[in-house]
């Protein structure tokens, strides 16, 4: 069997795809050809015919020549652990044949004379020194570190240092795909020799590190190393955690050009396997079944590298695989309830490839789910009585008056506490018309703005970090902020995107835990939080315990403080004690770090714990499921309040018209002006015609934005319908005037033009 090239110049096997050849020195006689089911098998019978002497092989293989030749570990991780050769259990005589830390051989080539090397090949033609460069350095695990270790023979076992001359390693990728075709072969063909190797045991560093090298190579974009590429990312998968723990932050050390290489490249992987524009470049799928997972549980390697890089060193949502919106996502979150984190693979095992459109629409369908097998039971239940059916219990009706909005939605949604994932319907009392969404929405935007206003209570707005925050003696009615809890269930339930501007830290808050415990007396929204989070509410406060954390000087004396802190209610100031006795308990520089920890736990869970917990309680009671286990924080505020990131140039394609068309040149004039507008006013017209200056997670065609003619004077400034997120414009006869009375109205928005 010999390994053949395609015409991309990529090693392919002759008959069977998916399994890795052994690269020979010498040709091998050629005989009928038949698919081997596996590498065992594969090397069994090559060894069968060079014992029978049926056939003159060449018994230089670059592989060990072992009697028998194990499958690659599978990426369960118990099945791993159990198949993997401990050097413990193996009899002396065998043990003595593995050099446990082999003597890398001495290789002196800079990264400098490299490229040097490389000018001269790319000037003369002649390749030859390169060539021999990258044969001998990608040969094996021994040679890779020969080549790239900072010292050959030096340990470097410490997660902070991989020990490997990133530079020269950068070096050498950026030179290959421009090296002659039988060089690219001569890398994978020796990429190849190294995975067939048999396994000696637990990985050692130096193979960690040509894994590490290895998997930054370029080549892995074409669909032609697909094979190669995914035996690699099975062996990574495959590595204990331990080892997993050091190559996390040796990829945390990357740069970010070079990071986000590798994690589009497993994208890309995950992608084509999933949907082949060529299905015929790949194997069956059911031969490669467990290409994804590999592919999946490397790229969370990374994942892990960039949350705990500060900052991260690519965006969160550089992370999702758009391609998996178009999966069956519900039948592989119904796998993952059903199995959970086991040996079955779900791509909601690994919640940081799903975009928040799938993870909304899962927590939506899941419950409904809930919602339609509660109704069919209060159906069957109706119906068992002979009682008559209204279809009016499918939803969640709501009938508040005006002037009483805030005690009769508390009392409806305290009374209607089992209905409250069923479709919201309101109903303002006294008033005639269906609710077709816009008199939902205008009951969201009244009751967001009057609960937030300072003037009620609940809520103080700290103007240095724009935000609201929990009032700490607002406590003599809990069931209040209940409310507001549920109203964002109901917000994320509904698909409204609220007005509501809350610290980051609220959302951390909210899943902690993710479920509601069982226990009611169990504590919810006990956060582990920083002084990062405290700087995004209180700056000024977080600036000063900052300055205490790195004061040089004596902090017992200078400071003269103690763990006690004071907090002003009503006007009166109370003292709270951090700690029993805190009242007598000096800082000093031995205690500081405790009581700035200890200062932000009480600022920020202790003393709202009870308007939390209520919260908490409330936003839960409507969207509780499991699939909140799929979230991060950041992710909760996005469907709670939309995404900040805008795209007019998206909004003016979707855009409806009412009395306009798209063509007509008051419509024109006013996209060129929006499109010329800065953020700040693109946000401010947003949140004039739609009631908030974020995009929900579907996008701008979730908005259903439209531009509607107003017969009227050109002396009228436009006028919105925020519940319907329409504009309404006057014919304005230039662009000049457009602009000067747009600018006017959406500058001088609030209680002005809104309707």
């Known amino acids: 069997m010999r390994l053949k090239m395609n015409e991309n110049n990529y090693p392919l096997e002759d008959m069977d795809r998916d399994r890795l050849p052994p690269i020979l020195t010498h040709s091998l006689d050629r005989g009928p050809k038949l698919p081997f089911s ?25 592989l060990p020549a072992v009697r028998q030749v194990r499958e690659l570990p599978p990426i369960c991780p118990d099945v791993r652990q159990k198949q993997r050769i401990s050097i413990d259990v193996l009899p002396p005589e065998v043990k003595a044949r593995f050099a446990s830390d082999p003597i890398i051989p001495i290789r002196t080539k800079t990264a400098k004379e490299f490229q040097e090397d490389i000018e001269k090949a790319t000037i003369s033609g002649d390749w030859k020194q390169v060539h021999d460069f990258y044969l001998t350095t990608f040969d094996s695990f021994l040679e890779l570190n020969a080549a790239f270790k900072k010292e050959a023979n030096a340990p470097y076992n410490t997660i902070e240092d991989s020990g490997i001359n990133t530079k020269f390693v950068n ?34 560093k130096d193979d960690l590190r040509a894994y590490f090298i290895l998997v930054q190579n370029p080549q892995y974009t074409s669909t032609a190393t697909y094979v190669i590429y995914a035996h690699l990312l099975r062996q990574i998968a495959a590595l204990a955690e331990a080892d997993h723990h050091f190559l996390m932050h040796w990829f945390k050390k990357l740069s970010q050009k070079r990071f986000k290489q590798l994690v589009e490249r497993l994208q890309l992987f995950i992608t084509t396997r999933l949907f082949p524009a060529k299905p015929e470049e790949l194997p069956p799928m059911a031969k490669c079944s467990w290409w994804i997972p590999s592919a999946t549980k490397v790229l969370s390697l990374l994942n892990a590298a960039n949350s705990i890089s500060s900052p991260p060193i690519i965006p969160f949502s550089d992370f999702y695989n758009l391609t998996l919106d178009h999966i069956d996502f519900m039948e592989d979150y119904q796998t993952w309830q059903a199995h959970g984190n086991s040996n079955r693979f779900t791509f909601c095992q690994f919640p940081f490839i799903l975009s928040t459109v799938v993870k909304k629409a899962i927590i939506q369908r899941d419950s409904e789910q809930q919602m339609i097998s509660m109704a069919r039971q209060t159906l069957v239940d109706k119906v068992s009585r002979r009682q ?51 008199l939902t929405k205008e009951w969201f935007l009244l009751l967001i703005r009057q609960i937030f206003h ?22 003599d009615n809990c069931s209040e902020f209940r409310l507001v809890g549920a109203l964002m269930g109901l917000a994320v339930y509904n698909s409204i995107t609220l007005d509501i501007r809350f610290p980051p830290c609220v959302y951390k808050k909210l899943l902690t835990p993710p479920i509601v ?31 205490l954390l790195s004061y040089e000087g004596n902090v017992e004396e200078d400071f003269y403080t103690t763990f006690q802190v004071f907090q002003e209610e009503l006007g009166v100031v109370k003292s709270y004690n951090l700690k029993p006795g805190g009242d007598k308990i000096p800082v000093t520089n031995q205690n500081r770090k405790e009581y700035v920890q200890l200062y932000i736990d009480f600022l920020l869970n202790k003393s709202i714990y009870r308007q939390f917990a209520a919260f908490y309680h409330g936003f839960h009671s409507v969207c509780a499921s499991n699939a909140l286990m799929l979230l991060r924080p950041e992710e909760v505020e996005i469907l709670v309040c939309g995404s900040p990131n805008l795209d007019m140039s998206s909004l003016q394609r979707v855009a409806q018209y009412e009395g306009y068309s798209k063509t007509d040149p008051t419509v024109r004039a006013f996209w060129d002006v929006v ?45 919105s319908h925020t519940c319907f997120n329409q504009i309404c414009l006057p014919p304005y006869k230039s662009k000049k005037e457009l602009r000067q009375k747009l600018t006017i109205a959406i500058s001088n928005a609030e209680g002005f033009g809104l309707e």
């Open 454 to 475: 300072t003037d009620y209570g609940m809520f103080t707005y700290v103007k240095d970090s724009q935000c609201h925050w929990f009032s700490s003696w607002k406590c």
């Open 517 to 547: 415990p069982c226990d009611p007396d169990a504590p919810v929204g006990m956060a582990t939080l920083t002084l990062d989070d405290l700087q995004q509410i209180m700056p000024d406060l977080a600036h000063g315990l900052g300055e």
């Open 38 to 62: 596996s590498y065992g098998s594969f090397i069994s019978t090559l060894n069968h015919k060079r014992v029978s002497g049926s056939h003159s092989l060449s018994t230089q293989l670059l």
């Open 388 to 438: 008559r059916v209204d279809m009016s219990l499918l939803f969640l009706n709501i009938k508040v008056r005006r002037l009483q909005l805030v005690s009769d939605s508390l009392d409806e949604l305290s009374r209607k506490r089992a209905d409250l994932k069923k479709k919201l319907k309101v109903t303002f009392v006294g008033e005639a018309g269906l609710d077709m969404g816009g």
């Open 675 to 719: 499109l010329a507008f800065p953020l700040e006013l693109q946000k401010r017209l947003l949140h004039f015609t739609t009631g908030s200056d974020r995009v929900p997670v579907g996008g701008m065609a979730d908005l259903n934005f439209k531009i509607s003619k107003i017969d009227v004077s050109t002396d009228w400034l436009p006028v």
């Open 171 to 204: 070096a050498v990728y950026d030179a290959l795909l421009h090296t002659p075709p039988d060089t690219q072969k001569s890398v994978l063909k020796g990429i190849i020799n190294s995975l067939l190797r048999e396994w000696k045991g637990p990985r050692t």
